[in-house]
């Protein structure tokens, strides 16, 4: 009988460890890409067709990474197109991301220098403490499709923190 015991015991300890090893991720608001001002090169239509897909391209690295859990954005989508870009209006970002239940708020922009030099920025905000905004860039050469999708590849998997 007190082997039985043991073993529940046991048993039980391990469990609790594997869940508590196995926590949840933080959830996250990711908002679409946005263009910072690109001065006298002015967006084209190519450059705003591209923000779609290259949004729902990161929200899929960060699920799939186990980074985060992905929060729609939906509910809040009106008031952030309506709204100043979320780089620069006092922190609505954070206040869309707490609307939606989010731990996180996760902002992106595209910086074209020209069509041979572009940034993909990408912040993140944690929600949950007194830290700063954290900023992940990375730089590519092209202007096409095939460019910004292995950036944001390279970006993610090298350069944002891991998963926790």
């Given at each position: 009988?007190?082997?039985?015991?043991?073993?529940?015991?046991?048993?039980?300890?391990v469990?609790?460890?594997?869940?508590?090893?196995h926590?949840?991720?933080?959830?996250?608001a990711?908002f679409?890409f946005?263009?910072?001002?690109?001065?006298?090169?002015?967006?084209?239509e190519?450059?705003?067709?591209?923000?779609?897909?290259?949004?729902?391209?990161?929200?899929?690295?960060?699920?799939?990474?186990?980074?985060?859990q992905?929060?729609?954005?939906?509910?809040?989508?009106?008031?952030?197109?309506?709204?100043?870009?979320?780089?620069?209006?006092?922190?609505?970002?954070?206040?869309?991301?707490?609307?939606?239940?989010?731990?996180?708020?996760?902002?992106?922009?595209?910086?074209?220098?020209?069509?041979l030099?572009?940034?993909?920025?990408?912040?993140?905000?944690d929600?949950?403490?007194?830290?700063?905004?954290?900023?992940?860039?990375?730089?590519?050469?092209?202007?096409?499709?095939?460019?910004f999708?292995?950036?944001?590849?390279?970006?993610?998997?090298?350069?944002?923190?891991?998963?926790?």
């Amino acid at each position: 009988m007190r082997v039985d015991h043991w073993l529940f015991t046991a048993l039980a300890v391990v469990l609790l460890a594997s869940t508590a090893a196995h926590a949840e991720p933080p959830k996250a608001a990711v908002f679409d890409f946005q263009l910072a001002d690109q001065g006298a090169l002015g967006p084209t239509e190519a450059d705003r067709a591209r923000l779609g897909p290259l949004s729902d391209l990161l929200r899929s690295l960060l699920k799939d990474s186990g980074r985060y859990q992905i929060v729609p954005t939906e509910a809040v989508e009106a008031e952030v197109t309506k709204g100043p870009d979320l780089r620069h209006c006092n922190g609505c970002a954070e206040d869309y991301a707490k609307k939606l239940g989010a731990d996180v708020a996760i902002t992106g922009e595209i910086q074209k220098v020209s069509n041979l030099i572009l940034n993909i920025n990408v912040y993140v905000k944690d929600l949950r403490s007194n830290k700063a905004e954290q900023a992940y860039s990375v730089d590519i050469r092209g202007n096409n499709d095939t460019s910004f999708d292995r950036g944001l590849r390279y970006l993610v998997k090298n350069n944002l923190p891991p998963p926790r």
